[in-house]
């Protein structure tokens, strides 16, 4: 939007006058709104900066939409810990296969053990539960439990022959857990 040099000036002084105002008192500074001559809301920050209010913040180009994985159970077995998964296609389309790496880590940051468990022909808004056991290491020995992998999915435009690294699990949103620390 194009303001004519009056209106700019109107503004600049304006806003100069109430930064003045409130730098003359230090006690009462704080986020202050107004609205200008045509009665778009202005926000004047108490660090000296000013935004308009309605303004939208710039979408994130890179933002893609996200199933979801969620570490719903853990078993305490003698000499082993197992984990229940669920995926939940909140796409817009079939994820017919992805098969991520779950890598359990000690409380050193050593790497105990990866393995991987595939969920496939999950239809958008279904949901698939798996399990995975991992043998030797207890529970409590398991400080994260890390998602990586899953380069070779089938959902949408990438399949087995899609050389874009990182994209397949760039759909799957991992939720936090009071279990262990779950993460990508």
């Given at each position: 939007?194009?303001?004519?040099?009056?209106?700019?000036?109107?503004?600049?002084s304006?806003?100069?006058?109430?930064?003045?105002?409130?730098?003359?008192?230090?006690?009462?500074?704080?986020?202050?709104?107004?609205?200008?001559?045509?009665?778009?809301?202005?926000?004047?920050?108490?660090?000296?900066?000013?935004?308009?209010?309605?303004?939208?913040?710039?979408?994130?180009?890179?933002?893609?939409?996200?199933?979801?994985?969620?570490?719903?159970?853990?078993?305490?077995?003698?000499?082993?810990?197992?984990?229940?998964?669920?995926v939940?296609?909140?796409?817009?389309?079939?994820?017919?296969?992805?098969?991520?790496?779950?890598?359990?880590?000690?409380?050193?940051?050593?790497?105990?053990?990866?393995?991987?468990?595939?969920?496939?022909?999950?239809?958008?808004?279904?949901?698939?539960?798996?399990?995975?056991?991992f043998?030797?290491?207890?529970?409590?020995?398991?400080?994260?439990?890390?998602?990586?992998?899953?380069?070779?999915?089938?959902?949408?435009?990438?399949?087995?022959?899609?050389?874009?690294?990182?994209?397949?699990?760039?759909?799957?949103?991992?939720?936090?857990?009071?279990?262990?620390?779950?993460?990508k």
């Amino acid at each position: 939007m194009r303001f004519s040099a009056a209106k700019r000036a109107s503004l600049k002084s304006g806003l100069a006058l109430m930064a003045l105002t409130f730098a003359a008192l230090p006690a009462a500074r704080a986020d202050f709104e107004l609205s200008d001559a045509q009665g778009k809301r202005i926000l004047l920050k108490d660090d000296g900066t000013w935004r308009y209010v309605d303004a939208k913040p710039a979408a994130d180009a890179k933002a893609t939409p996200q199933a979801e994985l969620v570490l719903t159970r853990r078993i305490e077995a003698p000499g082993s810990c197992t984990f229940e998964f669920t995926v939940t296609n909140t796409l817009p389309y079939e994820i017919r296969n992805i098969v991520p790496d779950f890598t359990v880590t000690r409380a050193n940051g050593v790497v105990y053990l990866s393995q991987n468990v595939g969920f496939e022909l999950i239809r958008p808004g279904d949901s698939r539960w798996r399990q995975l056991r991992f043998d030797g290491i207890a529970c409590a020995d398991i400080a994260t439990l890390k998602v990586s992998g899953g380069d070779r999915c089938d959902m949408a435009e990438l399949n087995r022959f899609s050389e874009a690294k990182g994209e397949c699990l760039a759909r799957l949103h991992v939720r936090p857990s009071d279990l262990v620390k779950f993460e990508k």
